[in-house]
């Protein structure tokens, strides 16, 4: 995915590192990066915003050991599907924030 702007970071790259960023696994230098690149990047700001409703939702739904496997098999195949592009969310079904802005949330507020 590309937006076609130029950016000091490459659209490429920051959802290459999207998981690292939203689990806090990178270094802060590299993470002002990807903030920076939100910020003038809708279409990645999107994307990271669909992302960090997805983690949420498995993380309420399918954190648990008592969650049936044909059930989280179920689930996670539907997330690579919306990863590869192949399928849409629904509406219903996952319900996106409206995406905030990276830089103007705290740590404490990051999932």
């Known amino acids: 995915m590309s937006c076609g702007d130029p950016h000091e970071t490459d659209c490429s790259e920051v959802l290459d590192h999207l998981y ?3 689990d806090r696994e990178m270094p802060d230098g590299e993470s002002n990066k990807i903030r920076t690149h939100f910020d003038e990047c809708s ?9 960090q409703a997805v983690k949420k939702l498995v993380k309420r739904c399918c954190g648990s050991d008592d969650v049936p ?3 989280r098999a179920k689930v996670m195949g539907r997330i690579d599907l919306i990863r590869a592009g192949h399928l849409v969310p629904e509406q219903d079904v996952v319900a996106p ?6 830089a103007t949330q705290t740590p404490a507020t990051q999932e």
């Open 20 to 22: 690292e960023f939203l």
């Open 43 to 51: 279409p990645c700001l999107e994307k990271y915003g669909l992302e």
């Open 69 to 71: 496997t044909d059930l």
């Open 97 to 102: 924030e409206t995406p905030v802005s990276p």
